[in-house]
């Protein structure tokens, strides 16, 4: 008996095919996101739709071939399609690294600054309000529009022919206006920017399947990647701590209510549970921007080109650094709440401006900022975790990388055995909706570790 799960991730597509009775992934079909949209403003961040999910049917009919009891969907949260009233995408995905939020405004603010005064919750660009908002504002959005969704949702109504789209809370919550301590968009707020609730989707209760395929495999509702790499990767939802590193990074933990912190985001999970969450807006791409320089000098002074520094960056950190490190602050992309924050490189002396010593200052900087996170949610901790694992191609890839987050967060790190959490987590989640198991903590047992570090 398999189950299928799908991730429609920013720049890979992943479908795998686990045995729903032990956990083991039978298949992986991994895809380059290919999708993005050129475009003259550098702000603009776009993918063609239908490109998307010409590419994700053919990822599913190749797992499908071997027979699935359900299907779970999972993908990149925040951004926004446009639909018509037949259901049909009259607009390109508008991904959640989209900047049209941190434009200029009034006032002296951005669209999502005075969004977020005027409605009083925390809205950032990316968000898929303030996405609708800039373009409802700006006269972009499609004539034809009858309402918006995630792309993952978009995903679920190819699968099953539904004409109307079903948002999970997860996802609903990602778009900013989202009462999330009571399951339900803000009236008050939408209305407050001059929009209506009709634009906003659905919102599923309870887990369920949103419909079934041609071939009457049940479809879960789409669930947010976050929260799939969750639910794939923690065997122990109450006592783990989740430092997923990928272009991005977070920190996250499971709560069983709704939690206000300023600097974290508290986001619905399943099952009346929550996640606390705190995300890096840079992550895994602060040592990708560093990997790049490391080229570009090598490039421009030495005079010749290198497919990746990677390889030299790994043994620069096997190598003995200085013993007064340099201080990187890694949030060169900003942060959510500040965007105009730039990064910075600090106790700079005449030993320890080298290369090696700057590997090892941004990945300091990079587990830095989620130790902040972390001591941002101790006093929401029932009892200190207990367990810490890693997930996401960033730690995966780097062994210094991993060793630094178990001897700085003071706990033994464990890696999945999968390595496609969010597409386990969807195929797990799937295994609930579809009735194959009662509840979440029943797919516990499936997750596997493969190794530990420190």
């Known amino acids: ?65 071997g027979g699935a009891a359900c299907v779970g969907v999972t993908g990149q949260m925040h951004g926004i399609v446009y639909l018509n009233a037949t259901g049909d995408p009259v607009s390109p995905l508008y991904t959640w690294q989209d900047g049209r939020g941190d434009r200029p405004f009034r006032d002296g603010k951005t669209y999502a600054q005075y969004a977020s005064d ?20 700006n006269g972009l959005v499609p004539p034809d529009a009858v309402c918006f969704c995630t792309v993952h949702d978009l995903c679920v109504m ?3 022919g539904r004409k109307s789209p079903l948002t999970h809370p997860s996802d609903a919550a990602s778009f900013g206006l989202f009462d999330a301590e009571n399951d339900r968009f803000d009236d008050e707020a939408i209305h407050a920017l001059g929009l209506t609730r009709d634009f906003f989707p659905a919102v599923a209760q309870g887990e369920i399947a949103a419909g079934a395929t041609a071939a009457g495999v049940p479809v879960s509702v789409a669930v947010g990647d976050n929260q799939a790499g969750v639910l794939g990767s923690l065997a122990d939802l109450p006592h783990s701590l989740l430092v ?17 912190q300023d600097g974290l985001d508290c986001r619905p999970l399943a099952e009346g549970r929550y996640l606390l969450a705190g995300s890096a807006l840079c992550g895994g791409r602060a040592y990708a921007i560093l990997e790049a320089f490391f080229r570009q000098v090598v490039r421009e002074i030495g005079g010749t080109e ?8 790994d043994k620069l950190m096997e190598t003995a650094l200085p013993d007064d490190p340099l201080t990187v602050t890694t949030t060169f992309a900003g942060t959510r709440a500040e965007p105009g924050k730039r990064g910075a490189v600090e106790n700079v002396g005449i030993a ?68 496609e959490e969010a597409a ?16 979440l903590d029943d797919t516990r047992r499936l997750i596997h570790y493969e190794e530990t570090e420190g």
């Open 1 to 65: 008996m398999n189950t299928i799960g799908l991730d429609i991730g920013t720049t890979s597509l992943c479908g795998v095919c686990v045995d729903a009775a032990t956990g083991e992934v039978r298949k992986t079909v991994t895809r380059p996101n290919t999708a993005a949209l050129q475009s003259t403003q550098p702000w603009e961040k776009t993918q063609d739709v239908r490109a998307l999910l010409a590419c994700v049917r053919e990822i599913f009919d190749e797992l499908a071939a």
């Open 244 to 260: 997923n590193v990928g272009t991005g990074s977070q920190l996250s933990c499971v709560v069983p209510r709704y939690i206000r």
């Open 118 to 137: 005027v409605t009083g919750r925390p809205l950032a660009t990316g968000y898929g309000a303030v996405t609708h908002f800039y373009n409802t504002v």
């Open 158 to 160: 190819a699968l099953t």
């Open 424 to 439: 386990f987590g969807a195929a797990l989640y799937g295994t609930v909706c579809a009735g194959l198991y009662a509840s």
């Open 352 to 419: 320890n401006l080298t290369p090696a010593a700057l590997c090892d200052g941004v990945l300091g900087g990079m587990v830095r900022e989620l130790l902040g996170y972390r001591d941002t949610m101790a006093p929401f901790f029932a009892a200190p975790p207990t367990k810490l694992v890693g997930s996401g191609n960033g730690l995966r890839r780097n062994a210094a990388l991993r060793s630094r987050v178990a001897r700085e967060f003071g706990l033994p790190l464990q890696i999945p055995v999968n390595r």
């Open 306 to 313: 290198i497919d990746s520094a990677y390889p030299a960056m």
